[in-house]
């Protein structure tokens, strides 16, 4: 048996890295809900309480969760990047096989 060609190879490659990024977006989002509640809580606190410390604390948990978001918001288009090339590929292998 032959080794797999290089478009093969790049093919799995860039499917393990999906499934990866699709692993790393699971935690990354239910981080993010976690993060979000905090938030919440935390501004709730702050309205009660109308201390500056409350606000700072208020301000911080938000910053934190936007972070968080904005990586999310990375990972998914990182994945949307690399089923565009797995379509490529997949595409460009299709056209290398014989006609049947």
């Not at 809900?33 to 935390?42: H, I, N, P, S, Y």
């Not at 301000?59 to 990586?71: F, K, V, W």
């Amino acid at each position: 048996m032959s080794s797999p060609s290089i478009l093969q190879r790049r093919l799995i490659d860039v499917s393990e890295r999906i499934k990866r990024l699709r692993s790393d977006l699971a935690v990354t989002e239910e981080q993010l809900v976690f993060l979000e509640g905090e938030a919440e809580d935390a501004r709730m606190r702050a309205l009660v309480s109308e201390t500056p410390l409350a606000d700072v604390e208020a301000r911080d948990a938000r910053r934190h969760a936007d972070l968080l978001a904005r990586q999310r918001d990375s990972v998914v288009r990182s994945i949307a990047d690399l089923i565009q090339e797995q379509d490529v590929l997949l595409d460009r292998l299709s056209s290398q096989l014989p006609a049947t």
